[in-house]
C-alpha cells in the first residue's frame, strides 16, 4: 500500500514539473513581447550580440508614443463594442434556434438543421464577399452595425445549444405543459436557464473569436475611427521597415481588454471550457 502512495505521490510531482514547465513554455511570447517593447530598435533586430533584457536602459517612452500616435481609447471602444454585440447576438439568436432543433418538432426540421451543419463545414472566408455586398447595400461600412453583421448568427452556437437541450431531461418541459405553460414560457422559464453552461461557453468562444477577428474588420471599416484593435495593429506594418519596440509596446496595449475580462471573469472561463470541452 505504502507503494503503492509513493508511486502515486511520484506521478503527482513528475506531472506538476511538465505543467509548470508548459506553463513557462506558453509564457515565453508574452515576455518576448513585453521585453522587446522595452528595447531600442538596434536591440530588437539585434542577431549577433543577441540581447534579451534591454542593455540601453528600459525605454518605457515605447508606450507613450504608441498611445499618441494611434488613437487607443477609440480602438478599445471599437473592439468592446464588437466583442459585447457579437456575444449578445449569437448567444440570443443561438438559444432560441438551439431549442427549435432540440426540442421541437416541425416541417424541414432536419434538412434546415443540415444546412447549419455545412455552414460550419464551409470557410468563414467565402461568406466574406456576399457580406460586405450586403453591409455595403445596406450603407452600413465603416460602422459598429458592420463589424457586428457577421456574428449576428452563428452555425457553432446553434449546435453547441441544440445539443445542451438535448441533453436536458424530458420530464422537465412535460411537467411544464401540464401546468399550462406555452412554448415561449416553457423555453424562458424552464429551458432557457438550464443552459446556462452551453450558453456560457458560446459567449467565450464569441469574444474570443470576435477579439482575433483582423481580415473582416479590415475590409467593412478603412476608416481609423471605427477599426479595432487587431487590425489597428496589422496597419501598423511598415512596407519597407518595421520599428518593432513600438509594435510590441502597441501588442501588450492591445491584450490588456482581454486579460481584464480573463481576470474578471476567470470562474466562468474555466467552467464555460470544462463543459464544452473544447479548446481556444
Known sequence: ???????????????????????????????????????????????????????????WENFGTVWKSYNFVVLYKNTLLLIFFRVVCACLTATMAGYAFGRLKFPGKKFLFTLVLIQMMIPAQIFIIPQYLMVSKMKMLNTTFGLVFPGLVTAFGTYLLKTGYEGLPKDLEEAAMIDGCNVGQRFLKIMMPLTRSSMISLGIFTAVFAFKDLMWPMIVCTNAQTTTLSAGLAKMQGQYGSEYPTMMAAATLAVLPMIIIYVIFQKQFVEGIATSGGKL
Open 1 to 59: 500500500m505504502e507503494g503503492a502512495e509513493r508511486r502515486a505521490r511520484q506521478r503527482k510531482i513528475i506531472m506538476h514539473i511538465i505543467l509548470v514547465i508548459m506553463s513557462f513554455i506558453m509564457l515565453v511570447p508574452f515576455a518576448w513581447m513585453i521585453l522587446t517593447a522595452l528595447k531600442t530598435k538596434g536591440e530588437a533586430i539585434s542577431v549577433n550580440p543577441f540581447y534579451i533584457l534591454p542593455h540601453a536602459g528600459w525605454h
